[in-house]
């Protein structure tokens, strides 16, 4: 079946470590993108990647790092530089093109991640 | 600056009909999402609106109005199940990204 996987589904790390999260699809889709989603929050861009070897930041990416060497993955990196990294991490992806449907995001079913 | 607005939080009884408000202001907007999350999942697609007016899909309805920069979901026959946060998002074509509401709670009591 195709579809978004994110692995662990919970994540634990001690302060001053760095960790990655991965995100695989098996989609084809072209654009893939990390949010972040605090309790009760809604969801916040952190990176996106419209295309292979290309990506951008979003409105938090201070802190974090990603690459897209490869178009069905999209790791997400938390640098002992983010300040407060314990959240849910969601990562999605879309086709990419077509008009607005075409950015309707698929998402993966997350990892939770807590920092001590 | 881009902004979308909806409650925080609404309670209604199983089996009513419950309207969920999303105002936007966009630039080069084209097109409106509306998703569910339940607690501790992903948010899963419901509807995506492009045209003025209403699209029906079962028990949900999403509408839109461009001019108003305003959409609603609507659900009727509620569910215990339909208790989950409801996202509203709005694609705007010219940073190809989504712009995220911040989610109504919706809380369906017996």
């Known amino acids: 079946d195709g579809g978004i996987t994110q692995s662990p589904k919970y994540l634990f790390r001690k302060e001053g470590q760095n960790v990655t999260l991965s995100c695989e699809q098996n989609?084809?889709?072209?654009?893939m993108y990390w949010y972040r989603q605090d309790p009760g929050q809604g969801l916040r861009l952190i990176y996106y990647?419209?295309?292979?070897?290309?990506?951008q930041k979003g409105d938090i990416a201070e802190g974090y790092s990603v690459s897209r060497e490869k178009k069905e993955s999209f790791p997400l990196t938390v640098t002992s530089a983010q300040k407060n990294p314990t959240a849910f991490y969601l990562c999605?992806?879309?086709?990419?093109?077509?008009?607005?449907?075409?950015?309707?995001?698929?998402f993966g079913p997350g990892t939770r991640l807590t920092v001590t | 600056g881009q902004n979308i607005d909806q409650p925080t939080e609404m309670t209604a009884t199983e089996g009513a009909i419950v309207q969920i408000n999303c105002t936007y202001q966009?630039?080069?907007?084209?097109?409106l999402f509306w998703y569910q999350q339940h607690a501790g999942e992903a948010p899963t697609f419901l509807s995506y609106?492009?045209l003025d007016g209403l699209e029906e899909k079962g028990r949900f309805s999403s509408f839109l109005s461009r001019s108003k920069g305003y959409s609603y979901l609507l659900l009727k026959e509620l569910q215990m199940k339909d208790s989950a946060s409801y996202l509203c998002?709005?694609?705007?074509?010219?940073?190809?990204?989504?712009?995220w509401g911040l989610g109504t709670s919706l809380a369906v009591n017996p």
């Open positions: 999605a992806s879309s086709p990419g093109a077509g008009g607005g449907l075409g950015y309707e995001q698929y």
């Open positions: 989609l084809n889709h072209d654009a």
């Open positions: 990647s419209q295309i292979v070897n290309d990506f």
């Open positions: 966009t630039s080069g907007f084209n097109g």
């Open positions: 609106n492009v």
């Open positions: 998002a709005a694609y705007a074509g010219n940073n190809r990204k989504l712009i």
